[in-house]
């Protein structure tokens, strides 16, 4: 329910739902146990998802370096157990921050890693669900991957589902 109200905000901008995602982090120690790779792995498939909404909710808040912590430390387990969605969300995730950080090199660089790790399954939902705000970085990014039909098809993807957006909201 958190990460749903989570996402919400990032498509409607309502700040009560990032409250409740604050408030969330704020009440729950998950972040805290879920650090620990042994309690993660025992948790299974999603067991990533709320260090995922923690280091989003840390850059909101402009703790960029917890939230870099955070990214580190799914990354690697990731990898390590081929948990595919979890690397392309970590690499977005850590995209951009680094955009707002300012580190536009760092930022495109992950958000290529992100691209090139979704293109042969064709995973689109993990970008689209960060919403348009992740075009110019694709757009960077998708210049330079080998599957550039991977990158033209997500991008029209943001196309088509920005008027469906517009349409839901009246």
């Not at 995602?21 to 792995?41: C, H, M, Q």
Request: aromatic residues 8%; hydrophobic residues 45%; glycine residues 4%.
């Amino acid at each position: 329910a958190v990460t749903m109200r989570f996402r919400r905000w990032q498509a409607t901008g309502d700040r009560e739902d990032f409250a409740a995602a604050e408030a969330w982090l704020g009440t729950s120690d998950i972040v805290e146990r879920f650090k620990v790779w042994p309690v993660r792995r025992i948790a299974g498939f999603h067991c990533d998802a709320p260090l995922l909404l923690a280091a989003r909710v840390m850059m909101e808040r402009g703790q960029y370096d917890q939230a870099v912590e955070l990214l580190e430390e799914i990354l690697p387990h990731a990898e390590e157990t081929q948990r595919v969605v979890a690397q392309i969300e970590t690499h977005i995730v850590r995209a951009i921050l680094e955009a707002r950080r300012g580190r536009l090199e760092d930022a495109q660089s992950s958000m290529h890693s992100a691209l090139v790790l979704a293109a042969e399954p064709r995973y689109l939902r993990p970008f689209l669900n960060e919403g348009p705000s992740v075009v110019p970085l694709i757009e960077r990014a998708g210049a330079s991957i080998p599957n550039r039909d991977f990158t033209t098809r997500l991008l029209s993807s943001f196309e088509v589902a920005a008027p469906v957006r517009r349409a839901s909201s009246v």
